[in-house]
């Protein structure tokens, strides 16, 4: 069960330039770090225009919660 606090760390290490958004560009970079280097931009873009649901092509923490199974 996902609870806000550590939904917003999760999404703050992937918010690399605290923008509020993740870009693929942060999300493939965020994924590295976490030793995932098999991530591109262009799965990272497919991720998160899965969740996206304004159209945007980024991913709010709003998004990002509500794609959260939290429960």
Same mark, same amino acid.
């Given at each position: 069960?996902?609870?806000?606090?550590? #939904?917003? *760390?999760?999404?703050?290490?992937?918010?690399?330039? %605290? =923008?509020? /958004?993740?870009? #693929?560009? *942060?999300?493939?970079?965020a994924m590295a770090?976490? %030793? =995932?280097? /098999?991530v591109t931009e262009?799965?990272?873009?497919?991720?998160?225009?899965?969740?996206?649901?304004?159209?945007?092509?980024?991913?709010?923490?709003?998004?990002f919660w509500n794609?959260?199974?939290?429960?």
């Open positions: 069960m996902a609870d806000i606090e550590s #939904a917003r *760390e999760t999404f703050a290490k992937f918010d690399i330039d %605290g =923008d509020g /958004f993740i870009t #693929a560009a *942060e999300y493939k970079k770090q976490l %030793g =995932d280097h /098999f262009t799965v990272a873009q497919s991720i998160i225009d899965s969740k996206d649901t304004n159209g945007d092509r980024l991913l709010s923490f709003e998004e794609s959260l199974d939290k429960g």
